[in-house]
């Protein structure tokens, strides 16, 4: 009897990475190159080798780094034989082609690897061809590199002419699926577009921070899901909105979407940008911060530049300080917060403290941004006095003989407006006191 066969996972790829440090770029906090680092774990790769940089204060156009520094990678690529060599740094297609030829190794530049770790997350439909389509935009400009073997003219003896070449044919085809992907990609946004409208009259928050800073454990403690939790880079692709109940009775929606990272490749932020926006243009921006983290200030401003380039605002509404259980000093908090002017609330989403003052921040929020109302009723109306508790927070309530309940409620604009819809516009109230915010974050 012949033994069955024992599958085998597919070897790793070993990586050496290097780097250049550009004008005043700093170093990273945790060693050198440790943000690329985690990337290439988080892609399934394995380091291999000390990681290589050099400072110079412009990139060298043909080779990114200088030559010393290419013939001291090239040794180290001959010692240990990596798989590839990931550059921490944006190449263009000559600067890719010069390395491969110098290095004799196959080179992956940042972009590429962050896509790779997207495409391998991807799940919905819209995040695969997102994906796709940063992918194609990555390519289209770097065919001549990939596919050198590719230009000549196709045909076998007889056919040959004045035809396209294979790579012509190929950027061709490129080109018509970018095509063919930006327009499915319009078709799917304005299903969601519909979707968030409808969504228009209940208070969205919109978690964003840095990949890995804690947002979908954040998520899963105040909604109650099960979101996937990783400490990996980019372990959320896709938005996840789920309803939050707040410890009054109201109840909001929570989204939480990809995290952001310093610099984000260009065409990787236009691909996603419909999922961004779906986040940003929440009423509420919850800004969720890695406290623990070396480099928190730099992750911090990094997440206020995206929010600049994506929406109108540069910094969320509240300042969400995480894993604060494990802080080495409380005063690096204080210098985390100094000269910023959102709330600032202090929480560990792993172990559950702090959790009431989010609760409390958001609940504040939404008492000024809720207008104060006298809500008539008919006594016998169980079930509209019921749904008027939920959709607000019963401050009084009083019954005058025994056909009218009167209520004083905080209720704002959205809630209010389902209300109305659910009643059919049958609704008796009075506004006793505006709001003293606008509802709309940024308005």
């Known amino acids: 009897m012949s033994r069955g066969s024992t599958p085998t996972r597919t070897p790793r790829d070993r990586i050496l990475t290097c780097g250049v440090l550009l004008g005043d770029q700093e170093q990273e906090h945790e060693g050198e190159l440790s943000e690329i680092m985690g990337l290439v774990a988080a892609a399934g790769g394995e380091v291999v080798g000390e990681p290589m940089t050099q400072r110079r204060a412009r990139p060298h156009p043909a080779t990114m780094m200088g030559k010393g520094k290419v013939a001291e990678v090239k040794a180290e690529v001959d010692a240990i034989k990596p798989d590839a060599v990931a550059v921490d740094n944006d190449l263009s297609p000559a600067q890719g082609r010069n390395l491969e030829k110098a290095w004799e190794c196959r080179v992956i530049d940042r972009s590429e690897l962050i896509l790779d770790i997207f495409a391998s997350r991807a799940r919905t439909r819209q995040a695969k061809l997102q994906v796709e389509l940063a992918q194609n935009e990555y390519l289209a ?35 018509k699926r970018i095509s063919d992907l930006k327009r499915e990609l319009k078709e799917i946004e304005a299903r969601k577009q519909r979707e968030v409208l409808s969504r228009a009259d209940q208070f969205t928050i919109g978690l964003v ?5 804690g947002k979908s454990t954040l998520l899963n403690r105040l909604t109650g899901s099960q979101e996937l939790v990783a400490d990996m880079l980019f372990a959320t692709l896709d938005t ?51 406290a623990s983290h070396p480099d928190a200030a730099g992750q911090i401003a990094a997440v206020d530049e995206v929010l600049a380039e994506l929406s109108h605002t540069t910094r969320a509404g509240i300042l969400v300080l995480n894993k604060t259980d494990v802080m ?7 210098l985390l917060t100094r000269d910023r ?79 109305m819809r659910a009643c059919e516009g049958n609704l008796n109230y009075e506004v006793l006191e505006p709001p003293s915010e606008p509802l709309y974050w940024g308005s």
Do not use: C
């Open 141 to 175: 400009p770097r065919l001549r590199r990939m596919w050198t073997h590719l230009e000549r003219t196709e045909g076998a003896i007889g056919t040959r002419g004045p035809g396209e070449t294979q790579l012509e044919t190929d950027r061709r085809l490129l080109r």
């Open 209 to 213: 921070g840095y990949t890995n800073a």
């Open 240 to 290: 996840r909105t789920r309803q939050w109940a707040l410890s009054d009775g109201r109840r909001v929606l929570l989204s939480d979407t990809v995290g952001f990272l310093g610099r984000l490749p260009h065409h990787l932020v236009a691909s996603f940008h419909a999922t961004l926006e779906e986040t940003l243009n929440a009423d509420l921006l919850l800004h969720v911060v890695d």
């Open 328 to 334: 080495r000093d409380p005063i690096e908090l204080q």
């Open 341 to 419: 002017d959102e709330r600032i609330v202090h929480l560990s989403a792993k172990t559950g403290e702090g959790l009431d003052r989010v609760d409390s921040a958001i609940r504040q929020i939404l008492d000024a941004r809720s207008a104060l109302l006298r809500i008539l009723l008919p006594l016998a109306d169980g079930r509209l006095a019921a749904r008027v508790r939920m959709s607000g927070v019963v401050l009084a309530e009083e019954v005058r003989g025994d056909e009218e309940l009167v209520l004083r409620v905080r209720m704002d604009e959205g809630a209010l407006g389902n209300l």
